[in-house]
């Protein structure tokens, strides 16, 4: 069924959020820019955040160690297997492990990390904006907890770790994010879960649910890595988005009867450039391996994200039905309001994001 027009189009610049937010209420916290039916012209939403040059070396510098902390264990840790003494071996292997194994801070220290100061300079870095229409954030509070889609995944999901802080600051919803098992257990990689993520994994997030937590599931996974547009869509003229047949959030939201709130993360695949070779060795290695495997890059060549504008737009909520054993047809409806959604949201925002140009499409 389509929806009818908006009325009201919002945006919210969390890289503009004052020094005292968190002494001002949820709803004061709510700083929009708000326009009619027509919505924001072409581009008017593409400018980017203030920032200064010490503050923009700290977020390279956070990035460089936890993007390429994986890249130099794995390189690191092949070089010491052929040319390695056993002592520098035995050596790499505890470091390895300490890194890989060693205990992270609790919850506490996750609200403490999402109001701090570093978090701020990360929005200001992607200038990263929420974007909805008419009441479409009021609803998804009043119908918490839900689960969030948010594709695409690209190289890694920055804008749906950074909704993690976002949603929590200015929304109100106590919300976590979602991530593959892999990530607790990868060297400074792993970091990046002390923002609030839970395993990405039917009981951990059903679990989450029950203890009253939103939580935002990148659906199209792997896939997402290896189907970007760059590689995919010779023209640039096409967003495509890997999930046209990934029906697991519609399956999972079905047999608990959680509301969707369906989201679209601009900009997140421009982040970083990938490599994998076209014979989809790389991505049925992956596959199997619930990990990744590709080269990337960013700034400089090095694993340090590109500083460009990183916006999640959100639609209304999904009201599903709780239905413990669904049927095909059941997970297919759900699936489909979920991609009717995530196309509406990107066609209805797209020209003032400065995506005028392109064309969603999934595969």
């Known amino acids: 069924m389509e929806m009818p027009p908006p009325k009201e189009f919002h945006a919210l610049h969390a890289f503009n959020a004052p020094e005292e937010l968190f002494s001002m209420s949820v709803e004061e916290r709510k700083l929009t820019k708000t326009t009619g039916p027509e919505g924001f012209p072409p581009k008017s939403l ?9 503050e923009e070396l700290v977020v390279m510098g956070v990035f460089l160690i936890f993007m390429g902390g994986p890249l130099f264990m794995m390189f690191g840790g092949l070089a010491v297997l052929l040319w390695g003494t056993w002592l520098t071996k035995v050596s790499f292997l505890v470091l390895a492990a300490v ?4 205990p992270m801070p609790g919850e506490a220290f ?27 954030a009021d609803t998804s509070f009043e119908n918490a907890p839900w689960i969030g889609t948010g594709p695409p995944h690209g190289v890694l999901p920055f804008a749906n770790l950074l909704s993690i802080a976002a949603i929590n600051n200015f929304l109100g919803c106590p919300f976590v994010g979602a991530a593959a098992s892999v990530v607790f ?18 009981h951990s997030i059903e679990k989450a649910v029950r203890q009253g937590k939103c939580v935002g599931i990148v659906p199209d996974g792997v896939a997402g ?44 695949t421009a982040v970083f450039s990938c490599w994998y070779d076209s014979f989809g060795i790389l991505e049925a290695i992956s596959r199997k391996a619930q990990a990744s495997f590709f080269l990337f890059w960013g700034r ?15 639609g209304r909520v999904i009201e599903v039905p709780k239905v413990e054993n669904p049927t095909e047809e059941q997970i297919d409806e759900v699936h489909q309001k979920i991609i009717a959604a995530t196309k509406q949201m990107f066609d209805l925002h797209k020209a003032s994001l400065g995506w005028g140009d392109k064309e969603m499409k999934f595969v």
């Open 300 to 314: 400089f060549g090095l694993p340090i994200p590109r500083r460009v504008n990183v916006t999640m737009a959100f």
């Open 99 to 102: 890194l890989a194994l060693h």
């Open 185 to 202: 257990h990868t060297p400074m990689l792993r970091y990046m879960t002390l923002y609030g993520v839970v395993p990405v994994d039917r």
């Open 225 to 268: 890595i290896f189907k970007t547009s760059s590689h995919l869509d010779e023209r640039g003229d096409k967003e495509l988005v890997a999930m046209k047949d990934r029906k697991g959030i519609a399956r999972l939201a079905l047999r608990t009867g959680t509301p969707i709130v369906p989201a679209y993360s601009f900009g997140n």
């Open 46 to 54: 593409t400018a980017q955040a203030s920032i200064t040059l010490a």
């Open 110 to 136: 996750n609200k403490m990390l999402i109001k701090s100061k570093f978090t701020t300079i990360l929005f200001k870095y992607f200038s990263y904006r929420f974007v909805w229409c008419d009441d479409s």
